[in-house]
């Protein structure tokens, strides 16, 4: 079946560290990935997505993300987190026709 | 600017009414789909539509109803038969066959009272 885990419900960090949220995947084929940014009461904007190629992917507000086959996983890093980081994260998955699977969320909170 | 437009932002709705909340696009995208976000359960699909006239339900689709008469627009009725129909709605577009995930409008907020 596929689907997408996202294993930390909620991550706190201090301002200036750096962040990895995990995203582990189950799909046929490798899949397009992606991961989004919710900030409360707002929608979903992406934050960068991956399809082929290098699997060190760039995103927008200093973020980046591994794809790893052999770990079926697609982790989202920034290395100096910021106070307006705090968000609820998404990874995605899917490919071509197919609907996005998207995990549940992980909920970051910044400290100073 | 293309983008999606959700209205209202908020909404409150008496028990036993239908409800209309409106999702428009200009992105010339072909596929269009609402969300339901309750907190700590992410985003459940509702009804996605990939062309004019025809849409699908998704995981979550008794109390919903929705239409695609025009390919910018996708409303979703919530019903009275929704027992829980207080939440956070999504409407998101895609190209389909693309590669460019989707885009999100704003949300709209639905209480019951």
């Known amino acids: 079946a596929q689907s997408v885990t996202q294993p930390d419900i909620h991550i706190t960090v201090s301002e200036g560290a750096s962040l990895e949220l995990r995203c582990n995947y189950s799909y046929g084929a490798t899949p397009y990935l992606f991961w989004y940014v919710q900030s409360p009461g707002q929608g979903l904007q992406l934050l960068l997505k991956?399809?082929?190629?290098?699997?060190l992917v760039q995103g927008i507000k200093g973020f980046e993300a591994e794809f790893k086959r052999s770990q079926s996983s697609f982790n989202l890093r920034k290395p100096s987190v910021h106070w307006s980081d705090a968000a609820e994260y998404f990874c995605a998955v899917g490919r071509n026709t197919d609907k996005l699977i998207f995990g549940t969320g992980t909920r970051l909170q910044v400290f100073p | 600017d293309g983008g999606i437009t959700q209205s209202p932002k908020y909404l409150f709705r008496k028990e036993g009414q239908n409800v209309t909340l409106s999702c428009e696009q200009n992105l010339n995208h072909d596929a269009m789909y609402w969300y339901r976000q309750d907190p700590g359960q992410g985003l459940r699909l509702i009804y996605y539509?990939?062309?004019?006239?025809?849409?699908q339900k998704g995981d979550i689709a008794e109390g919903y109803s929705v239409s695609r008469e025009k390919k910018e627009s996708f409303p979703l009725t919530v019903t009275s038969a929704q027992k829980n129909p207080t939440a956070f709605y999504l409407c998101?577009?895609?190209?389909?066959?693309?590669?460019?995930?989707?885009?999100f409008g704003s949300g709209t907020r639905l209480t019951v009272v």
């Open positions: 539509s990939q062309i004019v006239n025809d849409f």
């Open positions: 991956y399809f082929s190629g290098d699997t």
């Open positions: 998101a577009s895609s190209i389909v066959g693309g590669n460019y995930g989707y885009t």
